[in-house]
């Protein structure tokens, strides 16, 4: 059973940067999809980034492109999203998720295995 954990949330300002982790346990990063998901409240889950291929294919949404950068650390067994030029509307909680590698795209219910969450909150 893959087990997600993520940390690295917290407040920033605008303009501000931080950088989530995701540390994967029960099986090896390098033969999942990994993702980034985000939710307010009220909200459904809004795909940020994805990567498969062992890092080596990754996609990010149009509403972070240029800011949000996914990458993973295959020998830490680790995710990564460095957030930069941080907005208020990318407050939220963010989710790290996992699915066997393949059919990797931006959808949060074909992804099986999900972390608790960490809380990123960004003001002027």
């Known amino acids: 059973q893959v087990q997600l954990q993520e940390s690295g949330g917290g407040s920033a300002q605008v303009g501000g940067s931080l950088r989530l982790s995701c540390v994967v346990s029960g099986g090896f990063i390098g033969r999942y999809c990994m993702g980034w998901f985000r939710q307010v409240s009220g909200k459904g889950r809004e795909g940020v980034a994805i990567?498969?291929?062992?890092?080596?294919?990754?996609v990010v949404a149009d509403s972070v492109s240029g800011r949000f950068t996914v990458s993973q650390d295959n020998a830490a067994n680790t995710l990564y999203l460095q957030m930069n030029s941080l907005e208020p509307e990318d407050t939220g909680t963010y989710f790290c998720?996992?699915?066997?590698?393949?059919?990797?795209?931006?959808?949060?219910?074909?992804?099986?295995?999900w972390g608790q969450g960490t809380q990123v909150t960004v003001s002027d």
């Open positions: 990567t498969d291929n062992g890092g080596a294919a990754d």
């Open positions: 998720a996992a699915r066997p590698s393949g059919y990797c795209q931006l959808i949060a219910r074909n992804f099986d295995f």
